[in-house]
């Protein structure tokens, strides 16, 4: 994982795969340019910066890629089955679970104060990347 400022200082020799959380088209023609045919697949599952999409833009190596969850859904479904697909999910859905519930420290928080508290906690970095709150006003 790289700051956008990083593309230009990437090697660009090896085959790369690109995935897009920010829908940020000087970001993706950054990447598109860089590593020209090196880039084999583009994919945006994201559009943090939304307004700054650029739709239709050409740009060189492979044409971006929509990432949508329930298309894919659909896609193993068809692909599967439902049978083969509800068990594979169930047993991948318990493996994150499981993965998940060891390294999340759940955290109920209650009314104003204590919303206020987690709050600036959370931006301060006290809090740690582990911990997930529930906040509720009461």
């Known amino acids: 994982v790289q700051d956008y400022a990083s593309v230009p200082k990437l090697g660009n020799d090896a085959k790369t795969v690109y995935v897009d959380m920010s829908g940020n088209i000087r970001l993706r023609k950054s990447v598109h340019m860089h590593f020209g045919e090196n880039l084999v697949y583009s994919s945006w599952v994201g559009v943090t910066h939304w307004t700054k999409l650029g739709l239709g833009i050409q740009l060189p190596g492979p044409e971006p890629v929509l990432f949508f969850a329930p298309t894919e859904f659909q896609n193993r479904m068809d692909e599967l089955g439902d049978d083969v ?14 993965t998940a519930q060891a390294a999340i420290s759940l955290r109920h928080v209650e009314g104003d104060t204590a919303i206020l508290q987690a709050y600036q906690g959370i931006l301060s970095g006290a809090c740690g990347p582990s911990a997930a709150h529930v906040m509720s006003f009461g």
Do not use: G, K, L, S
Not at 85 to 98: D, V, Y
């Open 85 to 98: 697909f509800n068990r594979q999910f169930h047993a991948a859905w318990c493996q994150i679970n499981n």
